[in-house]
Nanobody, 122 residues
Framework: QVQLVESGGGLVQAGGSLRLSCAAS????????MGWFRQAPGKEREIVAS????????YYADSVKGRFTISRDSAKNTVYLQMNGLKHEDTAVYYC???????????????WGQGTQVTVSS
């Protein structure tokens, strides 16, 4: 059982930056994908970015391209989401997830963190 713990959320002004971290309690062997999702009030959970652990291949939602960067530190079993140029519409609970292969939908991921709130004031 993989446990994921997010941290780094908070309140920031529009145009500011935050870095989210996701630490995994254990590491399974083989290829897998780590993803960051977000869910705003009244909206469905959506993919923000993903990264393949072994190959470093990345995916970004169009809404965050050029502003957010996903990265991983294999030695620390940790995935990061650097968020720059934050906008009010980025306000949401951000979740980290792990799945067996590259996916952009919620159903493609097996393990989820508890979420961390990001609030961007306009």
């Amino acid at each position: 059982q993989v446990q994921l713990v997010e941290s780094g959320g908070g309140l920031v002004q529009a145009g500011g930056s935050l870095r989210l971290s996701c630490a995994a309690s254990t590491r399974t062997f083989g290829t897998y994908t780590m993803g960051w999702f977000r869910q705003a009030p009244g909206k469905e959970r959506e993919i923000v970015a993903s990264i393949s652990w072994s190959g470093g291949r990345t995916y970004y939602a169009d809404s965050v391209k050029g502003r957010f960067t996903i990265s991983r530190d294999s030695a620390k079993n940790t995935v990061y989401l650097q968020m720059n140029g934050l906008k009010h519409e980025d306000t949401a609970v951000y979740y980290c997830a792990e799945g067996p292969r590259a996916a952009v939908v919620v159903s493609g991921y097996d393990y989820w963190g508890q979420g961390t709130q990001v609030t961007v004031s306009s």
